[in-house]
């Protein structure tokens, strides 16, 4: 099993996870800065709660506040989408790469190749009796349905 030693990466996917960090951080992915209240304004939650998600974007460096008197303003930080970024890109090549081959030897085709220039001569239709020798040792079929007993009628 593999370990990365880096806890930012695993911090800022955690952050990534959930849509309301996510539609935090495109908010401020349009404006420079942002006041907390500003950033809250469209989302039907509670302050306090937009406050534990912006701590779980502050812990995972996505997100820089800075307090100028009772106002608190954020704005996007860089560094751990982009180390996100260089992480999924090398996964992105690697598939991009597979997948590409993948494609080549589908496109190729050699089932259609192969029927060209080897014909494959049509068998005729065996009668019943010689498709399954090993039926002969089967057990026989179901038995049919005894008659209806007499009714109840009286």
């Given at each position: 099993?593999?370990?990365?030693?880096?806890?930012?990466?695993?911090?800022?996917?955690?952050?990534?996870?959930?849509?309301?960090?996510?539609?935090?951080?495109?908010r401020l992915g349009e404006q420079e800065s942002l006041s907390?209240?500003?950033?809250?304004q469209p989302f039907a939650m509670s302050l306090p709660a937009i406050m534990k998600?912006?701590?779980?974007?502050?812990?995972?460096?996505?997100v820089a506040r800075e307090k100028t008197g009772r106002t608190v303003a954020c704005r996007l930080t860089a560094?751990?989408?982009?180390?996100?970024?260089?992480?999924?890109?090398?996964?992105a090549q690697?598939?991009?790469?597979?997948?590409?081959?993948?494609?080549?030897?589908?496109?190729?085709?050699?089932?259609?190749?192969?029927r060209q220039t080897n014909p494959q001569p049509t068998t005729p239709a065996l009668p019943r009796a010689q498709?399954?020798?090993?039926r002969g040792a089967s057990a026989p079929g179901r038995k049919k349905s005894t008659p209806r007993g007499p009714s109840r009628k009286t």
């Open positions: 099993m593999v370990k990365y030693q880096d806890e930012t990466l695993d911090r800022t996917f955690a952050a990534l996870s959930d849509p309301t960090r996510r539609a935090l951080l495109a907390v209240s500003e950033l809250a998600h912006l701590d779980v974007l502050t812990d995972a460096g996505l560094r751990p989408m982009e180390q996100a970024m260089n992480w999924l890109n090398r996964y690697f598939w991009s790469e597979n997948l590409d081959r993948l494609a080549a030897f589908v496109e190729e085709d050699p089932w259609q190749l192969n498709v399954s020798p090993s």
